[in-house]
């Protein structure tokens, strides 16, 4: 395998890096990937009672999640531990946490006493339920801030109750949004020379994601309701049957249907009175369902997404994990990065979804195991050996 090219887009930020489970480190992999010194700072063994709550270290989760990054275990329950980290926080550009919201107060490391230290730095923090107000002190997991942040009544078959996405989409997100606010802190900092605090938690995100369906509501009043693989207010689109399985249809507007139509072999049908605009499609939903479906049962998903494709219809495969990662469009926007681990050889993790034209992300180095870079990072900010040696026997790294 060929040595990949270090991104060089952030290679001038250091990130201190507090987090685990996935909404913090998804934040840090963004940075990670993009070229900044990110240093995992992790709890020497047996010091965190919910040490392995991430999986084990050479698992799938913490490979994917953790790449690009240094490790440094400190105990910053010990006060040579707390030093150190207050050192690296003198010329540290970021520090992302995703405790609960008292920890770090009761640490010593919040907004105002980093600022203290460093005037330029830029603390992000993630929560479940946010900073402040009535539920900060809650734990705050992916699948509760779905159910709190709507998403699991908009998801799912109309009459079978709640549905989860298949996907933590509220970490996912929330990680993503700390990332951007980051992004954007760096950018006035330029103009300012000032740090700031920055804060996401997951039911905001959530929330944010819910986009349009939100909007409905609180533009017109009106509660979305499950629709299942429909989309919610155009038809003909969502999930199809065919002769061998199922596929995506995406028809959107009046031409749209029209080349439907065509491709079906009943153009006339286009011009129907109850079906010529999409807000008479959409009135007439379970008449459209039923007039497409057993046609759409009489040929294979192959030979339709051809035909769709051929009179330029919307449509595509739908893809078990396999199927997709084989997919020669897949394969060309290089979702899949090959990295080398030490212990498992090489392995392939998932990429960044961004191309750019100067300074693309990059996997340059597999996930790190616990202090692997202790020693190495303790050296850049001055420490000797023999003061090495010392904090290894005090526990503290």
Not at 211 to 228: S, T
Request: aromatic residues 6%; charged residues 25%.
């Amino acid at each position: 395998m060929s040595t990949p090219t270090p991104s060089q887009a952030l290679t001038h930020l250091r990130v201190l890096d507090l987090t685990r489970v996935r909404a913090g480190p998804t934040c840090c992999r963004v940075l990670a990937d993009f070229g900044a010194d990110v240093i995992k700072i992790e709890a020497p063994r047996g010091v965190d009672p919910n040490e392995d709550i991430s999986g084990p270290r050479h698992g799938y989760d913490m490979l994917n999640l953790h790449r690009n990054k240094r490790s440094l275990t400190l105990n910053l329950k010990k006060p040579e531990g707390l030093a150190i980290f207050r050192k690296l926080a003198e010329s540290a550009d970021v520090v992302v946490e995703n405790y609960r919201p008292d920890v770090k107060s009761r640490l010593g490391i919040d907004y105002e006493a980093l600022r203290a230290i460093n005037p330029r730095i830029i603390l992000a923090s993630i929560s479940g339920f946010g900073q402040d107000g009535p539920y900060r002190d809650r734990a705050g997991f992916d699948q509760i801030a779905q159910g709190m942040g709507g998403l699991m009544w908009i998801t799912g078959e109309a009459g079978k109750g709640p549905m989860r996405a298949g996907t933590a989409v509220s970490d996912s997100t929330a990680g993503l949004y700390a990332a951007t606010g980051i992004l954007i802190a760096m950018a006035e900092r330029e103009r300012s020379g000032e740090g700031q605090w920055i804060h996401t938690s997951l039911l905001q995100a959530q929330i944010a994601l819910l986009d349009f369906q939100a909007a409905r509501y609180l533009v017109d009043g009106d509660v979305p309701p499950q629709a299942g693989n429909d989309h919610p207010y155009s038809t003909p689109m969502g999930v199809v049957e065919t002769a061998d399985g199922f596929i995506n249809l995406g028809v959107g507007g009046d031409g749209q249907w029209r080349s439907l139509c065509e491709a079906m072999g009943a153009p006339e049908r286009a011009d129907h009175p109850d079906y010529v605009t999409g807000e008479l499609r959409y009135r007439h939903r379970p008449q459209v369902k039923a007039l497409l479906e057993p046609e759409f049962k009489q040929k294979t998903s192959a030979e339709w997404l051809e035909i769709l494709e051929r009179h330029s219809v919307p449509a595509g495969p739908i893809y078990k994990m396999d199927e997709m990662f084989a997919d020669p469009q897949v394969k060309h926007l290089g979702m899949a990065q090959p990295v080398e681990h030490p212990a498992l050889g090489t392995i392939e993790v998932v990429g960044q979804p961004l191309s750019m034209s100067r300074t693309p992300p990059a996997v340059v180095s597999a996930t790190p195991d616990p202090g692997d870079h202790t020693d190495e990072i303790l050296r850049e900010i001055g420490m000797s050996d023999g003061e090495i040696r010392e904090l290894k026997a005090a526990k503290a790294v």
